[in-house]
């Protein structure tokens, strides 16, 4: 099972560029997470979608945008990328949302911007 | 909003001794989740153990097992018989049972020595 795959694995951006994180599973999940995570910081939610058609801000949304394409795919933008924005990147995807339910992580995303 | 803290930022224990990793959390809902992840050098994000909040009674899974008192608001993760294996870093997390956010502590690192 390939579970939650994220592409790509590296990228290196210059001040001002854009790009898109691509994020897809396969277990036939409702909910899926955009997760930033920096050193001494943890991870922190940027955008999530409970469930296909819609999608909440999380606790850093500034800067970025986000798609659900379809059940499968969740997507996250950098229109303008920053130096702050330089981080690992984690989608995520859960059944329901449902309170006891694990997440389930992508291999991560390793975004540096210049 | 609720919060994680973890205050120790590094931990080291003995390879088959035991270690005890500490997490408090701030909330003033009733009905949650807590849950302790381990990231090793892959990066990859694994679920170690997770505890409902109505539950008196603590989790255990296999080496690990939780002491979770909720008057004190405190969640922390005991690791017996320590294995090389078991180095990496580990998050407490907070689901909330109103929504689906999933909050991270900013995590602790613990190595093993041989």
């Known amino acids: 099972n390939a579970g939650v795959t994220q592409t790509p694995k590296f990228q290196v951006l210059k001040t001002g560029q854009s790009m898109t994180l691509q994020c897809a599973q396969d277990?036939?999940?409702?909910?899926m997470y955009w997760y930033r995570q920096d050193p001494g910081m943890g991870l922190r939610l940027i955008y999530y979608?409970?469930?296909?058609?819609?999608?909440d801000k999380g606790e850093v949304p500034n800067g970025y945008n986000v798609s659900r394409l379809n059940k499968r795919e969740f997507s996250l933008r950098l229109e303008s990328a920053a130096p702050s924005q330089t981080s690992v990147y984690f989608c995520?995807?859960?059944?329901?949302?449902?309170?006891?339910?694990?997440?389930?992580f992508g291999s991560g995303t390793q975004l540096s911007v210049l | 909003a609720q919060t994680v803290t973890q205050s120790q930022p590094e931990m080291s224990v003995q390879e088959a001794e035991t270690v005890t990793l500490s997490c408090t959390y701030d909330?003033?809902?009733?009905?949650?989740?807590l849950f302790w992840y381990k990231q090793p050098p892959s990066r990859q994000m694994i679920l170690v153990i997770r505890q409902e909040a109505y539950k008196q009674q603590n989790a255990t899974e296999n080496r690990f097992s939780v002491n979770f008192q909720k008057a004190a608001k405190s969640f922390s993760l005991k690791i017996s018989d320590s294995q090389l294996g078991d180095a990496a870093m580990y998050f407490c997390?907070?689901?909330?049972?109103?929504?689906?956010?999933?909050?991270f502590g900013k995590g602790i690192t613990l190595s093993v020595r041989p």
């Open positions: 979608s409970a469930s296909e058609g819609t999608t």
């Open positions: 909330t003033s809902e009733s009905d949650y989740y």
């Open positions: 277990m036939n999940h409702n909910s």
């Open positions: 995520a995807s859960s059944y329901n949302g449902q309170t006891n339910e694990k997440l389930f």
């Open positions: 997390a907070y689901r909330s049972g109103a929504n689906s956010k999933l909050t």
